[in-house]
C-alpha cells in the first residue's frame, strides 16, 4: 500500500533535483532562441504556442508577439508554432549560437471549430488547474468502457461502475465532489439534467469517439453555462473538421461478454467547404455483477459548411440504453461470499431510455477583432424504469383495497413503471473580442428551458381489483428556466503580468408540484438570483516557470427533490462557495510540473443527515460551514528517451464543521440526534494518485503500466469507522501496436488487462444506520468492482 509520506517524499525530491539541475547547468548549454510572431499582414500574434518538439519545454508570445527559450542545447531543434485560427508551423533551427527568429504564420483557410469554446475553456493565462485530454490519449483506452472511466486517471478523479465493469452507469467524482456538482458542457452546450444537475453518461454510449478533446477544470473553474460547478467542469469538444476522407472501424471484446463495434466515416472538407461525419455504434456487456448487463446504442451526425470567415455545424446524435438495476448495492455481509450479488431478480428489473441531441453551432467573423458565436440546441428524453414491488400497500398507489367475501386486501404484488419524458432547448451565446495586444475579452451567456413530465403507471398486479393496465398513479410536471449573462476579460499588464476578471449574472425559475404549508400537493415556483464574480493573475518568472492565483464564487440551487419533498418552511436554501487557488507550473525538456494549493469553503452546503423534515421525507439540509483544501501535484517526466512518467497526487482534508446525524429509533419509534464537529465529508478521500507509465521498446508498440491508488472513505459526514470504503489500489497493463500499412491510415491493435493483481475493491456504497435494541446499527452497501479482467480492441482507420 502507498503511504502518503512516501509519495510526498517522491514529489519533493523530483521537484528539488529538477530545480538543482536547472540552476546548475553548464555554460555551453546557454543558448537561447528568440524571436517574434506575427501574422501574413504584419500584425502581432499574443499567445502563440512555441514548443520544442518530442520535450515538455515551451513558451507563449507575449502581447508583442515576441518569445524566448533559455537554456537551450547546441544542436538541430525542431520548434512547432501554433495559434488558434493559423495554420500551424514547424521550424528546424541548427543552434550552434543564439539565434533570433521572425514568424509568420497564415490563417487557416477555413474557420475553425475550436473557437466555438474557447470563451469557456481555460488556457494559460486562466491561473486555474485544468487538465486537456487529447483524442489520441482517448483512443488509447476506449474499449466500450464509458467517459468517466477514459479520465479515470487525471488528478483528482475517482470513478466508479454500478454494474462493476466500467460499462452502464458510471460516476465520476472530482475533488470528492459527486456529478450533480461537475458541470459538463458539450460544444459549450450545458448537458448536466436541469432538474436532478447529474450527468447521465449512459445516455450517451461510446460518445468518446465522437470527442475531440476533453478539458477538465477543477474547482469553480471558467464555468459559465450550465449548472454551477462546486468541484469542477469537464467541457467536452465533438470532432473537430477533418480537412480529408476517412472510414473508421473499431472492434473490441472482452470479459463479462463485453462487446463494441463502431463505424465512423467522414467525406473531408468538399468544394472547400462541406463536410458530413457519421458515427453508429453498438455495446454490449454482462456486467461483472449479476444480471447487471447493458445493451447501448447511438449514432452520432455531424454536418458543417465551412467559409474563411464563418462556419456553420448541425450536430445530431442519440443514445438507446437498456440496463438491467443494479443500483441496490451488496450487502456488506456478502461482501466475502457473493460479491456479484443483485438483490434483484425480476427479468425485466430495467432501466430504459433515450435521448436525441440537436445542435446547431455557428460561428463569424466580425473583423479581425470581433467574433460572433451563436448555438441554438434541443434534446429529448423519454424512457422509464420497471420495478416488481412485493406486497405494495394499496394506498401507495391511490387505490382502494380489495374486498372479497369477508376478506379485505391491502396489499399485493405489483409491477410499476416510473416515466420521465422531456424538452430542454435554448442558446449560449459569445462576442469575443481580440486586440492582438493587450486585451481580450468575451461577452456571452445562455438561456435554457427545461420542460418534463414525471409519471408512474402501474403495468401488473397480482390482485388488481378496481385498476386499469397502465393506471397513472401519479402526474408531475416541472419546468425550469435558466439565463445568465457573462463578462470577462485578459489584461497583459507587462510582459510577464497577466491577469484577468471573470463576472456572471445568473437567474433559475422553476415550477414543480411540491408540499404547501398545509402539507398539500400543489404547483409552486421558486425564482433565484445568483452573482458569480471570478478573478486571477498570472505572473510569468521566466520562459520556464511560472505561478498563478485566483479566487472566484460560485452558487448552486437546489435539486428537484430538495422542492418537491419539502415545504416553503423546510425547503433547503442554495449553496454558495468561494474558491481560492493558486499555483506554480515548471517545463524543461524533461519535465512539466504542476503544483496547485487549493481552499474551496461552502455556505450551505447541502448534505443528507438522516433527518424526516415536515412532510417525512429524508430530505438534505444545509450545513453552515464546510471546506475542502489540498495540494495537486502533476508531472510528466521523460525518464528516458523511450520512457515517460506521466503521474498526479492530490492531499487534501475535507471537512465539516459541525454536523447533527439523526438516526431512526425503531425501540422507540423516534428519532435520536447526534452531535459531530470537524468530521470528513463523505466520499472524500485524503489522498488519490494516478500514474502512466509508458515504454515504447520499439517503434510502433507501447507499452504501459496504469495505476490507480484512492485513500479511505467515509459513506456519511460521521467520520464513522465503522461506515467507509477501504482504501484501494489498483494496476493495469496496456500494450498498443500500431501498423501504417500501404492499404490503411492505421491499423492498432489494443491489449488492455484491468486489475491485474485482482484487487477486490468497491468504489462506491451506501449506509442506512438506525437503532435497535439499543444499539446503533450500520447497514452498509457496497459496490464491488471487477478483479481481473481483459479487453482486446482493434481499430481500422482509411
Known sequence: MMKKSTIARFFAYLLLTELFSLSTLPAWAQLTISGTVNDADGGTLPGA????????????????????????????????????????????????????LSIKLAKTAVAVDEVVVSATRANQKSAIAYTDVTRQELNKLNLGQDIPQLLNFTPSIVTTSDAGAGVGYTGIRIRGSDATRVNVTLNGIPYNDAESQGTFFVNMPDFASSVSTVQIQRGVGTSTNGAGAFGASVNIQTSKLEEKPYAETNVSVGSFGTRKVNVLAGTGLLNNHFVLDARLSKINSDGYVDRAFSDLRSFYISGGYYTKKSFFRLNVFSGQEQTYQSWGGVPESLLKTNRTYNGYTYDNETDNYQQDNYQLITSHELSRKWRLNVSLFYTKGRGYYEQFKPNDSYSKYGLPNVVIGDST???????????????????????????????????????????????????????????????????????KTDFNLYAKAFYQFSNRLNSFLDVQVRTVGYSFLGFNSQLQNVQQEANLTFFNPKAGITYTLNDRATIYASVGVGHREPNRDDYTQSTPQSRPKAEQLIDYE????????????????????????????????????????????????????????????????????????????????????????????????????????????GSQLLYSPVNRLELSLLSKYVGKQYLDNTSNEGRILNPYFTNDIRAIFTLKPAFAQEIAVT????????????????????????????????????????????????
Open 409 to 479: 386486501i391491502t396489499r399485493t404484488d405489483i409491477i410499476r413503471r416510473r416515466w420521465l419524458e422531456n424538452d430542454y432547448y435554448g442558446t449560449v451565446f459569445s462576442l469575443d473580442y481580440n486586440s492582438f495586444g493587450k486585451l481580450t475579452a468575451n461577452i456571452g451567456g445562455g438561456w435554457n428551458q427545461y420542460s418534463g413530465k414525471h409519471f408512474g403507471e402501474i403495468i401488473w398486479a397480482r390482485v388488481a381489483g378496481n385498476t386499469n393496465i397502465r393506471q397513472h398513479y401519479y402526474d408531475d410536471d416541472a419546468l
Open 49 to 100: 504556442a512555441i514548443v520544442l518538439e518530442g520535450t515538455y519545454k515551451g513558451t507563449f508570445t507575449d502581447a508583442s508577439g515576441t518569445f524566448q527559450l533559455t537554456n537551450m542545447k547546441p544542436g538541430n531543434v525542431s520548434l512547432r508554432i501554433s495559434l488558434l485560427g493559423y495554420e500551424p508551423q514547424v521550424q528546424v533551427v541548427d543552434l550552434t549560437q543564439n539565434a533570433t
Open 751 to 798: 491489449f488492455l488487462c484491468n486489475n491485474v493483481f485482482n484487487t477486490l475493491y468497491e468504489s462506491n456504497g451506501f449506509s442506512v444506520p438506525y437503532i435497535s435494541e439499543g444499539k446503533i446499527v450500520n447497514d452498509n452497501y457496497y459496490y464491488p468492482q471487477a478483479g481481473r479482467n481483459v479487453l482486446v480492441g482493434l481499430r481500422l482507420r482509411f
Open 582 to 689: 493558486a499555483g506554480y507550473k515548471l517545463q524543461t525538456e524533461k519535465l512539466a510540473f504542476t503544483a496547485n494549493l487549493y481552499y474551496m469553503g461552502y455556505m450551505n452546503q447541502l448534505v443528507l443527515s438522516g433527518q424526516l423534515n415536515d412532510v417525512g421525507a429524508y430530505n438534505r439540509i444545509n450545513i453552515p460551514v464546510s471546506y475542502r483544501a489540498g495540494l495537486e501535484l502533476e508531472a510528466g517526466i521523460r525518464l528516458a528517451k523511450q520512457l515517460r512518467w506521466n503521474v498526479n497526487a492530490t492531499f487534501s482534508r475535507n471537512r465539516v464543521q459541525n454536523f447533527t446525524e439523526y438516526l431512526d429509533d425503531y425501540d422507540n419509534g423516534n428519532q435520536v440526534a447526534r452531535q459531530y464537529s470537524q468530521t470528513d465529508i463523505s466520499f472524500s478521500p485524503n489522498l488519490i494518485v
